[in-house]
């Protein structure tokens, strides 16, 4: 039945995924797995979508051969719903001691009209991202956290606008409990778009033009999923994260 609903949910929001599939591939000794758990903003999108792309989707190549990218996100959930939907479990199946699980989730938890996504920021929005806290710490995994990415929302006069509300900050306040790494996407999605300002910005996202987008029948204004210039900018965020932290195990396996 999940499986059923999950198929008809996809279709009914008109978009097709294709995650990571870890099946069919060989862990290499020694080797260390990244295991993403996230929405459409981090998720892998078939040749049809393109150019639209997730930032997990370009993870990999940052790093060196002794790191492989997992990508388990998927469009369209919220932190409930990756969960109610047997996705933690598949992951928490597979995951290894000193593997990884980065976990972004915020944009679909906010949408209080969908109660199969909603969470509250103060509360089942931290219990529900407290079971993959849990849930890799069993396996001897480590999980990360990271803020939900910034949508490009600027006023007319070009003042950028925050988009997640109290998200982010329930999000720091849980890493702060459970003394879990939290990487920063929200601030540093938000100081890469007041940088490159309102119109420049576009070009990271599916704002497109009609003669740019030849898998659409019409042009795209797209402010929240990103091309893959804008999903690679974002993935090299994740990479400055890291290495603000320098977390164990990552951060030497940069390229």
């Known amino acids: 039945m999940i ?15 294709v995650n990571s599939s870890s099946s069919n591939k060989k862990r290499e000794e020694n080797q260390t797995w990244i295991y993403i758990a996230g929405d459409s903003t981090a998720s892998n999108y078939t040749e049809e979508r393109a150019p639209r792309t997730g930032w997990g989707q370009v993870l990999d190549p940052l790093f060196d051969k002794k790191i492989e ?35 972004q989730f915020g944009h679909n ?5 969908k109660p199969s996504l909603y969470t509250d920021p103060s509360t089942t929005y931290k219990s529900y991202l407290k079971q993959y806290i849990d849930g890799a710490r069993e396996q ?3 999980p990360i956290l990271l803020t939900p990415v910034e949508r490009r929302t600027f006023s007319e006069d070009g003042t950028f606008i925050p988009s997640h509300g109290d998200y982010p900050k329930a999000m720091k306040e849980l890493a702060q409990e459970e003394n ?23 070009d990271l996202f599916m704002w497109l033009e009609e003669d740019e987008s030849p898998n659409y029948s019409e042009g795209v204004q797209d402010s929240t999923h990103f091309r893959k210039t804008g999903a690679t900018e974002i993935a090299q965020l994740v990479v400055e994260e890291i290495e603000r932290l320098k977390l164990k195990g990552l951060y030497s396996h940069l390229n």
């Open 69 to 103: 990218v997992i990508n388990k996100a998927a469009s369209g959930r919220s932190s409930k719903s990756f969960i109610a939907e047997g996705r933690l479990d598949e992951i928490l199946s597979e995951i290894q001691k000193g593997d990884y699980l980065f976990i």
């Open 3 to 17: 499986v059923l609903f999950s198929i008809i949910f996809v279709f009914s929001i008109g978009i097709i995924t």
């Open 140 to 142: 001897g995994a480590l």
């Open 180 to 202: 879990v790494p939290v990487l920063h996407m929200t601030e540093k999605t938000t100081e890469l778009y007041n940088q490159l300002g309102p119109e420049e910005s576009k």
């Open 109 to 113: 938890d906010a949408k209080e009209d």
